[in-house]
């Protein structure tokens, strides 16, 4: 099992290398047929498919920066909670309504929670803001 130390660290390693947007270093932290699930847009992938998930991000928010606001941790499990700033330089869809980029600084709030064993990430849920990121771009 995973001590509460060694899932924080690996989770602040983990949030590094998503702030450096370095697919590689993310993925290599990945336990074999992690799941990455991201609740509020209705996304699940897992297993191979996750890299390809994670580069995608990068690609729809070129910019996107996580910060920390807190970090808990105890034996097999971290939860963070971030929050989020990117810029609207791309079209945006949702529930068929399109915002086209703005140009716009957007920021909003999320929980990651973690489950991790033998030092690997095997899973990742994502709850976020969606509805603040609706609000910025117009499309509420």
């Not at 209705?42 to 990068?58: D, K, L, M, T, W």
């Not at 086209?100 to 991790?116: H, K, N, S």
């Amino acid at each position: 099992m995973t001590s509460r130390l060694e899932g924080r660290r690996l989770i602040e390693r983990y949030n590094d290398a998503w702030n450096r947007h370095d697919v590689d270093e993310i993925v290599s932290m990945h336990a074999p047929g992690m799941v990455f699930e991201n609740h509020t847009a209705g996304e699940r992938v897992e297993g191979e498919a996750v890299r390809r998930h994670v580069a995608s991000i990068f690609e729809s928010w070129p910019d996107i920066h996580f910060d920390t606001r807190r970090l808990y941790a105890r034996e097999g499990l971290v939860v963070c909670e971030w929050t989020a700033t990117a810029t609207h330089s791309r079209t945006i869809s949702r529930g068929g309504l399109e915002a086209e980029a703005t140009g716009a600084r957007l920021e909003w709030e999320g929980v990651d929670i973690f489950p991790i064993e033998d030092g690997l990430i095997e899973r990742k849920d994502v709850y976020s803001d969606s509805t603040a990121i609706l609000r910025q771009v117009g499309l509420l």
